[in-house]
């Protein structure tokens, strides 16, 4: 069965330093999110992609974050500057629709700043 | 501000006995309700979606309930196995956004 793909599945890194977390969706998916946990809090919605663009981003995906789909297979998240706080687990996920439809999600990236 | 509630917030039963989770929400306007598991350390997997005008649907032993007028919804969990310790996170979107809006979860324990 496809699934959802991330690199790496732990990342460490200094604050200040900019990380680049990759996810490879299901193939015929259309619509991109990404989500974070901060550890024991719930999931937080960060934003949505499709077509080539961000169609909708929370208050929490400010200007150190960005997205990216580079190729046809690839879908990042880039931090710029990591900040203390941005310590998560970093959920990637895609559907074949919008709305209704089911979202898969990847077993995501535990990131960690130092 | 929308929220999703969750409760218990834990639970613990033996293995082959049935349980149900509850879970309330404050979203609006409410436009479909999911119930995901989440294995320790994994990302979340879905087990169902309900739209306004569904009350119920069943996945296998899970059988969720939604009363749309009371903002209330339910998995019910059936002869419960080991493999279904897991934390389990109600979910909620409103209309015209992508924004899912996950609850606490309720950590379910089943030992032998």
């Known amino acids: 069965e496809p699934e959802v793909t991330q690199t790496p599945s732990h990342q460490v890194t200094q604050m200040g330093q900019e990380v680049i977390l990759r996810c490879v969706p299901i193939s015929n998916h259309l619509y991109f999110y990404w989500y974070r946990q901060i550890l024991g809090q719930k999931v937080e919605f960060l934003v949505s992609?499709?077509?080539?663009?961000?169609?909708?981003k929370s208050e929490i995906f400010d200007d150190q974050f960005s997205v990216e789909r580079p190729d046809g297979s690839n879908f990042t998240l880039k931090i710029r500057s990591t900040k203390l706080e941005d310590s998560a687990m970093y959920f990637c996920a895609s559907s074949v629709l919008a709305g209704e439809d089911t979202q898969y999600f990847g077993p995501g990236t535990r990131l960690t700043v130092l | 501000k929308n929220q999703v509630e969750q409760s218990p917030q834990s639970l613990i039963i033996l293995e082959g006995k049935n349980c149900t989770l509850q879970c309330n929400y404050t979203v609006s306007p409410f436009s479909n309700l999911r119930w995901y598991k989440q294995d320790t350390g994994r990302g979340p997997v879905s087990l169902t979606i309900m739209t306004f005008s569904e009350n119920t649907k069943s996945n296998g032993r899970y059988t969720a309930t939604l009363d749309a007028d009371t903002k209330q919804s339910s998995l019910h969990i059936t002869a419960s196995q080991l493999s279904d310790s897991a934390s389990y996170i109600c979910v909620v979107s409103a209309y015209n956004t992508d924004k899912l809006i996950f609850g606490t979860g309720t950590r379910l324990q089943v030992f032998p």
């Open positions: 992609f499709y077509n080539n663009e961000i169609s909708e």
